[in-house]
T-cell receptor, first 112, second 114 residues
Framework: GENVEQHPSTLSVQEGDSAVIKCTYSDSASNYFPWYKQELGKGPQLIIDIRSNVGEKKDQRIAVTLNKTAKHFSLHITETQPEDSAVYFCAASFNNNNDMRFGAGTRLTVKP | DAGVIQSPRHEVTEMGQEVTLRCKPISGHNSLFWYRQTMMRGLELLIYFNNNVPIDDSGMPEDRFSAKMPNASFSTLKIQPSEPRDSAVYFC????????????FGDGTRLSIL
C-alpha cells in the first residue's frame, strides 16, 4: 500500500519569509495529492491539491510542485503571515480513491 | 453549505461506558469516512461508506468499535465498552463519489476516556 513521509515535523519562520514542506510517496500509481491545513480545535481543511498530469499549481501565496519521477511533492507558502500557523498534512491516493494516506504532519509557526 | 457536522464536540466518560459519535455529511456527498487522530499514530482511517454501505472496516481497531450509516445524512461511530486508549479526536469526512473530489472534514469529537 501507499506510504507517505512528510518533513519537517516542525517549522518556524519569520513573518514574510517562505515556508516549504516536503512529502514523498511510495506507490507510483498514486495520482492525486491534496494538502490540508489543520488549525487548533478544527478539522483538516483542504487548501490546495494537484493531480499527476501537472507539475505545479499555484493559488495566491501557496503553490504545490510534483515530481513524479522522484515521487515527491512539496508545499510552498510565500510571504507567510501569523495566521498561516497551523499543522499541515500532505496526502496521496490513486484517483482520489478511498485509500488516501496522510503524512504525519508539519507544525508551522510564523513568528510576527 | 453547512459542511460536515459532528456531535458532540467533546465527550468525557468513564472506562466501560458506551460512547456514540455522530456525523452529518455534506448534502449530496455519497462517501463518508471515519478517522481517528492521535499524536502517536496521526490520522488513521477507521471505516468508510459508499452510498450508505460499509466498504472497508479494516481500520477499525477492535470489535468494540462499530459504525452505521442508516441513511445518506447520518452516521454513527460507537465504542462499547470504551477504554482509556480510545482517547483521541475522531473525525468524520465526506466527499462526492467522483474520482477527483476532495474529502471535507468535520471539526471532530475530542473523546477522553477516564
Amino acid at each position: 500500500g501507499e506510504n507517505v513521509e512528510q518533513h519537517p515535523s516542525t517549522l518556524s519562520v519569520q513573518e514574510g519569509d517562505s515556508a516549504v514542506i516536503k512529502c514523498t510517496y511510495s506507490d507510483s500509481a498514486s495520482n492525486y495529492f491534496p494538502w490540508y491545513k489543520q488549525e487548533l480545535g478544527k478539522g483538516p481543511q483542504l487548501i490546495i491539491d494537484i493531480r499527476s498530469n501537472v507539475g505545479e499549481k499555484k493559488d495566491q501565496r501557496i503553490a504545490v510542485t510534483l515530481n513524479k519521477t522522484a515521487k515527491h511533492f512539496s508545499l510552498h507558502i510565500t510571504e507567510t503571515q501569523p495566521e498561516d500557523s497551523a499543522v499541515y498534512f500532505c496526502a496521496a491516493s490513486f484517483n482520489n480513491n478511498n485509500d488516501m494516506r496522510f503524512g504525519a504532519g508539519t507544525r508551522l509557526t510564523v513568528k510576527p | 453549505d453547512a459542511g460536515v457536522i459532528q456531535s458532540p464536540r467533546h465527550e468525557v466518560t468513564e472506562m466501560g461506558q458506551e460512547v456514540t459519535l455522530r456525523c452529518k455529511p455534506i448534502s449530496g456527498h455519497n462517501s463518508l469516512f471515519w478517522y481517528r487522530q492521535t499524536m502517536m499514530r496521526g490520522l488513521e482511517l477507521l471505516i468508510y461508506f459508499n452510498n450508505n454501505v460499509p466498504i472497508d472496516d479494516s481500520g477499525m481497531p477492535e470489535d468494540r468499535f462499530s459504525a452505521k450509516m442508516p441513511n445518506a445524512s447520518f452516521s454513527t461511530l460507537k465504542i462499547q465498552p470504551s477504554e482509556p486508549r480510545d482517547s483521541a479526536v475522531y473525525f468524520c469526512a465526506s466527499r462526492a463519489w467522483d474520482g477527483n473530489q476532495p474529502q471535507h472534514f468535520g471539526d471532530g469529537t475530542r473523546l477522553s476516556i477516564l
